[in-house]
C-alpha cells in the first residue's frame, strides 16, 4: 500500500513565477492537508480539502490555493512567488478511522 | 489559540542514554496529542499518539503519557541509538482539524 505521495521532489523558481505542488493520498484517505515548513521551523498549516472543497484556512496570503480533484488528489499553488515562499511543502492526507494525519516526504521549494 | 512548546535544542546524547524531550501544550479542551520525527531529507512520520488523558503512546521504545494535570506529553526513551537521530515535532489537534506543531527538538546520538 503506498503511503503519500508528492511531486516534484525539488522545484527551483524565480521571484513572480508561480508553481503547482500536487499529493495523492494514501488509500482511503479523503482528506488532504497541506503544511508549509520553513527551515528550521514546525510545519505551518495552510488549508485542508475534503470532498473536493476547501475546509479549512491557516494564516497564508490568497496567493495560496488549491484545489481537489475526485480521486482525492490535490494541487497546491502559489502565485506571485517571494523568496519568503522558500521551504518544505508537505501534504498530509487523514486516516478518518482514527483521526490520524500521515504526511508525504515533501516537496522542496526554492523561490531566487 | 491553541500552541504547543518543545524543549529547545539542539539535544546531543551518548549511545545508550536516556532520553527525554518535554512538550507542554495550551488549548481549550482535550485534544489528541503527537510525535512525529523527521529524518533528514525526509517528511514526517508519525511516532506515537494520545487521545485522551492517561493514554500512553508507545512505539520503537519512546514512550509519552497524556498528562492533562501538566498539559504536558513528554517523549521519553530509556536507550538512544545512533539511528534516533532526527528533528522530533510534538503537535496536537481537535478530531480532523489542522494539526498545531511545536518548533522541533534536533536529537543527535554520538557512538
Known amino acids: 500500500d503506498a503511503g503519500v505521495t508528492q511531486s516534484p521532489t525539488h522545484l527551483i523558481k524565480t521571484r513572480g513565477q508561480q508553481v503547482t505542488l500536487r499529493c495523492s493520498p494514501k488509500?482511503?484517505?479523503?482528506?488532504v492537508s497541506w503544511y508549509q515548513q520553513a527551515l528550521g521551523q514546525g510545519p505551518q498549516f495552510i488549508f485542508q480539502?475534503?470532498?473536493?472543497?476547501?475546509?479549512q484556512r491557516g494564516n497564508f496570503p490568497d496567493r495560496f490555493s488549491g484545489h481537489q480533484f475526485p480521486n482525492y488528489s490535490s494541487e497546491l499553488n502559489v502565485n506571485a512567488l517571494l523568496l519568503g515562499d522558500s521551504a518544505l511543502y508537505l501534504c498530509a492526507s487523514r486516516d478518518r478511522g482514527t483521526d490520524t494525519q500521515y504526511f508525504g516526504p515533501g516537496t522542496r521549494l526554492t523561490v531566487l | 489559540g491553541n500552541s504547543v512548546t518543545q524543549m529547545e535544542g539542539p539535544v546531543t546524547l551518548s549511545e545508550e542514554a536516556f532520553l527525554t524531550i518535554n512538550c507542554t501544550y495550551t488549548?481549550?479542551?482535550?485534544?489528541?496529542l503527537f510525535w512525529y520525527v523527521q529524518y533528514p531529507g525526509e517528511g514526517l512520520q508519525l511516532l506515537l499518539k494520545?487521545?485522551?488523558?492517561?493514554d500512553k503512546g508507545s512505539n520503537k521504545g519512546f514512550e509519552a503519557t497524556y498528562r492533562k494535570e501538566t498539559t504536558s506529553f513528554h517523549l521519553e526513551k530509556g536507550s538512544v541509538q545512533v539511528s534516533d537521530s532526527a528533528v522530533y515535532f510534538c503537535a496536537l489537534n481537535f478530531g480532523n482539524e489542522k494539526l498545531t506543531f511545536g518548533t522541533g527538538t534536533r536529537l543527535t546520538i554520538i557512538p
Open positions: 480539502y475534503y470532498e473536493e472543497e476547501e475546509r
Open positions: 488549548a481549550t479542551g482535550y485534544p489528541s
Open positions: 488509500s482511503g484517505h479523503d482528506t
Open positions: 494520545a487521545t485522551k488523558a492517561d
